[in-house]
């Protein structure tokens, strides 16, 4: 699903202890230990490095998890479909309007207004990029 979703809403309400998580936001903060939206470009390769290697786990079933979430937009249908094809996974798809999004952004305190303007760029991108 798009920027503001819901994909991480959903995965916390259904995830248990022993499931494995792949959040983009979530390794930004744990790497950074700042703010959640805080993603200093001279981290962006160990950031990327990270969401490979749990992917890779993902992929070679490495580790005792019982499930495993990725939590990604997928907005381009071959890279969707690639995706999920490599993990042997099953897609979730969060359907939500790009007006409801727009309104989470911009009701959450957790993003600045520099943060805002940036993830409205990466909302109407998503809509506009989307391919069923």
């Not at 790497?31 to 805080?38: L, P, Q, S, V």
């Amino acid at each position: 699903g798009a920027p503001c979703s819901g994909k991480t809403s959903f995965v916390n309400g259904i995830k248990g202890n022993s499931d494995l998580v792949v959040d983009m936001d979530n390794i930004w903060q744990c790497i950074t230990g700042g703010a959640r939206y805080e993603k200093p470009n001279a981290l962006k390769q160990n950031a990327f490095a990270v969401r490979d290697c749990l992917i890779d786990m993902i992929r070679t079933r490495a580790g005792r998890w019982e499930r495993a979430f990725v939590i990604e937009g997928g907005a381009v249908k071959g890279e969707r479909e690639r995706r999920i094809a490599s993990l042997g996974a099953e897609a979730i798809f969060i359907s939500e309007s790009k007006d409801i999004c727009l309104k989470r952004l911009y009701a959450d305190p957790q993003r600045s207004q520099t943060h805002k303007a940036e993830w409205e760029t990466y909302i109407n991108r998503w809509f506009d990029d989307y391919m069923e």
